[in-house]
């Protein structure tokens, strides 16, 4: 019990931050008092004191009066003990929360204390608040005792106590202040700027020490992983590359491309996030290294989150190798037994050289005689779990490329997917027109479906969106059918043709509807936002979004990718009811004011907060305790720069001036890479 309190007061108490600090080094005219004001310190001449009121509104009230007015304390409780060490006339410096009564300034339950003529005077402190946890709570701790256990502590502790684990150089180059110190001022600072600078120390270390523990694990993957090695550009990559590659790659493309390859010749295990925003043209890039992998005796499998998907990747795969010699099938959770069957046995024996296909790839059952290049597209639906057990199904584990059209913000993609490497595809293929959001009310849907009319009597096709009210999937159903019966007023049979898409129906049915609007068959996509990712369809030109206000700005950007995929003008219209939020207002707003993916997710980032991005979320390297990777960006980058800069120049952390980093990262047992190595 002993020793959990004092690793509990050591460690615990030093992390509990103040959250805010009061300043008692000013003294404030009781006729300066104001509302704004929330705690104050006056400083005045005892008068009299009384006890008024019954019953629980009995009080004590004492005056104390300045050369400028009258301040009230009162007391609620303990009154008679507090009576007792009054003392009249005398002087007396008092601290708390101002409030008012009855127009009169008042300090309920202030801290009182007797000047001695010789110190008259404010103290020269800032003094912490510390939040309560509930931890703390249990231990019977509240915010002030916590305040003094901690003061205590400093009484305790020497700088050796608390050595400085940053290397010199880098506590140089950023001035920072010393460990020690750092904890000091954060707690008890001499002084704001001393705070500030505590502040600015502590976070740097946070962000340090994570980006350097990131920046380890890729070397060591880099270091130790074997990897298989693609090593010649063979016959099939040239082949396509110079005669069936239907257009010329982006530069995007082509440097993505090279990074990929550097990656799969060196040897070593690839690990690589490719973000790229919607319609920039990953799956061509997938397909050139999966037929690289081909080219060098490798099997490769791309895996999507969801069965229309799959089936999109596999068609546009065929259609693309149509005229190579290379075997590609799908496999999904519908896939029927006897071609499962099939497929299992030719992926063993190694005569399939790709499958294209959902989660059912990561079952037990499916066996692969050489796996070497693994496609995960739309990747934060896949756990990690998920991945790793795609791993254990060659012997050297395959390279892996996770896609993503999710713009996440690099920030935070450098913090959550630190450990893997990354590339980024920030260029379109040329000939795309941007798209045109507008939003619109709902009281002019007859306008937006004419609109919508008259891009489909141009041979164009449709989206029209219905959210997903997650609460309750009878109403969603019920919404969907309601605005479906609303689509097919406007656009009758047999001139008009829809398709409808949701989540309740048996996936072939969702397929064969989806396909239609593939072919072209129907005009118009009635759904929920199941087409959400990665569907192609270029001849579509118009996406409704109904009820816009309950999608995330993600999620709208995504659903907006949708269109813009040919090189017809393409529009994307928001509809609302007449009464939303601000907060629904200001994604509209961003919505209608960029296409770029990557502003849209810094603008979600900003809105949102990390902790709440998709993909991001169970993160734990960015629990940070005080720094915030939007606000303190540039503390993220300087640190993240120079971790990996000490890891590249020393990356076992040998140097004499890391010495003292390596020290601190093994004494935290088991979350470092360092703290295995002996
Ligand atoms: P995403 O990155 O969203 O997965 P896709 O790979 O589905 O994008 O590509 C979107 C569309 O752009 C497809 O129709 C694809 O054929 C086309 N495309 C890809 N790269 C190019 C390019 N370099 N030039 C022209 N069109 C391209
Ligand atoms: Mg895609």
Known sequence: MKKELAIFTFSDLLHHYPYRHVDKTKITKIIDLNASIEYAQVQGRLMHHETVGQGSAKRLIAYLKDDTGVIELAWFKGLSWIEKTLKENEFYLAFGRLSFFMNKPQIVHPELELLKPQSKGAKNVLEPVYPATEKLKTKALNGRQIGKLTEALFTLLSPKDLPEN??????????????????KQIHFP????????????????????????LARIRFERHQKSKGAVFEKVGELFNTFYHNHLPFELTGAQKRVLKEIRNDTASGHQMNRLLQGDVGSGKTIVALLIMLLAVDNG?????????????????????????????????LTGSTPT???KYILQSLAEGNLSIIVGTHALIEEVVQFKNLGFVVIDEQHR???????????????????????????????????????????????????????????????????????RSEIDKGRQAYIIFPLIEESAKLDFENLMSGYENVKAFFAEPKYWISMVHGRQPSEQKDINMQRFVKGDTQIMVSTTVIEVGVNVPNATVMVIESSEKFGLSQLHQLRGRVGRGSDKSYCILMTGSQISNEARERIK??????????????DLQMRGPGEIEGTRQSGSLNFKLADIVKDKPILDAAKKNAEELIENDPNLESAENLQLKEYLMSLQGKTPWSRIS
């Open 590 to 603: 961003i919505m209608t004011s960029t296409n770029n993916g990557f502003e849209i997710a810094e603008k």
């Open 382 to 452: 896949f756990g990690v779990a998920q991945r790793a057990s795609l791993w254990k199904k060659a012997t050297i584990p395959p390279h892996i490329l996770v896609m993503t059209a999710t713009p996440i913000p690099r920030t935070l993609a450098m913090t959550a997917y630190g450990d893997l490497d990354y590339s980024i595809m920030d260029e379109l293929p040329p000939g795309r027109q941007p798209i045109t959001t507008v939003h619109r009310y709902d009281s002019r849907r007859g306008q937006v479906m004419d609109f919508v």
């Open 338 to 340: 006897a071609e499962r």
């Open 190 to 213: 001499s002084s704001p700027a001393l705070y500030e600078q505590a502040l600015r120390r502590l976070k740097f270390e946070e962000f340090f020490i994570t980006q350097l523990r």
């Open 166 to 183: 940053l290397p010199g150089p880098i506590i140089q180059k950023f001035k920072l202040l010393s460990r020690f110190e750092a904890y």
């Open 298 to 330: 490798y099997q490769s499998c791309l895996m999507a989150p969801t069965e229309i998907l799959a089936q999109q990747h596999f068609s546009t795969i065929s259609e693309l190798l149509k005229d190579m010699p290379v075997g590609i099938h799908l």
